[in-house]
Each structure stands twice: as C-alpha cells, then as structure tokens.
C-alpha cells in the first residue's frame, strides 16, 4: 500500500490524523478498491504544517495552482472553503500513478468528535488511527454518492457482525 510510507511518517512526526474514505472502509472490515488516501487532520497550524512538509518532502504536489503550504493559513483555508467550494485538499505523487492523499476539510464530523470514537487498528507495527463505523456512515450520507450509498449498507451489516 503506497500509503504506508506516510502513515510511518505521520506516526513518526506525531501528525495529528484518523483515516476515512475508502481506506477506512477496508479497514474497518469492507472490501472494495479504492486508490486514494483520505483523511482527516486536526487544523490546527503546526499540525498541517507537519502534514504538508511530509507530503512535499514524499514527492506529493497540488493539482490547484495554489502553493501547499497556504494550506496550513486558516484565512486561506477559510476563503478556499467559501468561495472555491474546497471540499478536500488534494495532493498527488504524479500524473502516471494513482497516489493521490485528500485532507477532508469539508466534513459532517470535526476531526475532534472523529477522535472520541476512532479506533487504532495495527497493521505489524504501525497504528493507523480510523474513523469509527458510526462517523464513516454519517460522512458517507453527507457525500450522497452511489458508491457511499452502497458502503453504508456494508457498513452496517459489519456492524452488526462486530456486535455478536
């Protein structure tokens, strides 16, 4: 998985993250292909300055024509989010690959409501910090997609399952 490079980094850094997306449904038990890591992080400056530094440092760029590092400028953010309709911010490694990151800052759930519940799920030695099954559900109504609409029956059968 050509994330695992940035969630040893993350770790590493104390980056401030839960995965969600498609990531997180896997590893919350479905099963589906998806090429893109998506995440959310706590907004706080020193904490996205850390998230875009490693990024930029493991090759990863904006499609936008935006400088990555304004990012981490609430007051930028803040119009990107207002007048550009920034649901996510996007980083990719390179036309020819699939390796893409998404930092959600448009979502129905605060990366600090998301941390209350996230469950830390090991894979060999690094802990991958992921958004409960409850809040992967609400994000994925909130997106209204046909693909979210058919994980969040997924997602629901697992939590069942888990409940036994």
């Given at each position: 998985?050509?994330?695992?490079?940035?969630?040893?980094?993350?770790?590493?850094?104390?980056?401030?993250?839960?995965?969600?997306?498609?990531?997180?449904?896997?590893?919350?038990?479905?099963?589906?292909?998806?090429?893109?890591?998506?995440?959310?992080?706590?907004?706080?400056?020193?904490?996205?300055?850390?998230?875009?530094?490693?990024?930029?440092?493991?090759?990863?760029?904006?499609?936008?024509?935006?400088?990555?590092?304004?990012?981490?400028?609430?007051?930028?953010?803040?119009?990107?989010?207002?007048?550009k309709n920034m649901k996510a911010f996007n980083l990719y490694?390179?036309?020819?690959?699939?390796?893409?990151?998404?930092?959600?800052?448009?979502?129905?759930?605060?990366?600090?409501?998301?941390?209350?519940?996230?469950?830390?799920?090991?894979?060999?030695?690094?802990?991958?910090?992921?958004?409960?099954?409850?809040?992967l559900i609400k994000m994925k109504k909130a997106s209204g997609r046909e693909q979210d609409?058919?994980?969040?029956?997924?997602?629901?059968?697992?939590?069942?399952?888990?409940?036994?």
């Amino acid at each position: 998985m050509f994330y695992e490079e940035i969630l040893k980094e993350f770790n590493k850094k104390k980056v401030k993250f839960i995965i969600v997306g498609g990531v997180a449904f896997n590893l919350l038990g479905g099963v589906r292909a998806t090429q893109d890591l998506d995440m959310l992080i706590s907004l706080d400056d020193e904490n996205i300055n850390k998230a875009i530094n490693i990024l930029l440092r493991k090759g990863y760029k904006t499609k936008q024509p935006v400088d990555p590092k304004d990012f981490a400028n609430k007051k930028i953010r803040q119009y990107w989010i207002k007048n550009k309709n920034m649901k996510a911010f996007n980083l990719y490694k390179d036309y020819k690959s699939y390796e893409e990151v998404d930092i959600i800052i448009d979502s129905p759930i605060s990366f600090k409501n998301a941390l209350k519940k996230a469950k830390i799920v090991k894979i060999d030695r690094l802990k991958i910090p992921v958004i409960s099954i409850d809040h992967l559900i609400k994000m994925k109504k909130a997106s209204g997609r046909e693909q979210d609409n058919f994980d969040i029956k997924e997602l629901r059968i697992i939590k069942k399952i888990k409940k036994l």
